[in-house]
């Protein structure tokens, strides 16, 4: 079966700096990927996703590319924000009509003015 | 334009006894799916419903069950609970097989449920 692993948090930052989380995964197949945020006390939203190699999600300012060669999708932001702390999830499915999402452990992301 | 829709919101049971969770999918979809987080976890999917029937499970015992209705609405079921099923239950919901957007899963806020 498919697996992620995410780089082990938390991560402190400070206002305005550059972010990435790292993320890798093992799948058969062609998983689509993505990244979820969960903001204290609520439940998953989707933040990004790519389909296949090479595709760039991006949103919010947020951005992964998917890289087959390295199978890996990490999530990098330019300029961070204090409303950007919550703990952020990466994600594989199977591709195809396969809506199991596999999931990292997730990367709590605090932000300090 | 509603999103997945969970109840309740909050629950406490007692170690022993039975729960039952509900979930409405985002309007135009009709597979529905459940995810099991623990605290400082990643959700662990349970089981997925599509045409009202079970497709796909995981590593869950059959304490765990579901059932899918007609208007795709869709029940979890945890029988004989015990401590360590304490977690956020999430809901997933995502359009028909091949439809535009069928490989996106789009989840509701959850239902938080404590085992005492």
């Known amino acids: 079966g498919n697996s992620v692993t995410q780089m082990e948090g938390p991560v402190t930052l400070s206002e305005e700096a550059f972010l990435t989380i790292n993320c890798t995964y093992t799948a058969t197949g062609y998983p689509s990927l993505f990244w979820y945020v969960q903001y204290p006390g609520e439940g998953l939203q989707l933040l990004l996703k790519a389909t296949k190699a090479d595709d760039k999600g991006s949103n919010k300012g947020f951005e992964a590319t998917y890289r087959k060669e390295t199978t890996s999708f990490h999530l990098e932001k330019g300029s961070v924000q204090v409303s950007d702390s919550a703990v952020y999830f990466c994600?594989?499915?199977?591709?195809?009509?396969?809506?199991?999402?596999?999931f990292g452990k997730g990367t709590l992301l605090t932000v300090n003015p | 334009d509603a999103g997945v829709t969970q109840s309740p919101t909050h629950l406490i049971k007692t170690r022993g006894q039975q729960v039952t969770l509900r979930c409405s999918p985002k309007?135009?979809?009709?597979?529905v799916s459940w995810y099991q987080q623990a605290l400082g976890q990643g959700p662990q999917f349970i089981f997925q419903y599509y045409e009202e029937e079970e497709r796909q499970r995981g590593n869950f015992p059959d304490r765990f069950s579901g059932h899918q209705f007609p208007n795709y609405s869709s029940e979890l079921n945890v029988n004989a609970l015990l401590l360590g099923d304490s977690a956020l239950y999430l809901c997933a919901s995502s359009p028909l097989p091949g439809a535009t957007g069928s490989n996106t899963i789009y989840f509701g806020e959850g239902s938080w449920l404590t085992v005492v």
């Open positions: 309007s135009g979809h009709d597979t």
């Open positions: 994600a594989a499915n199977s591709g195809g009509s396969n809506y199991k999402l596999t």
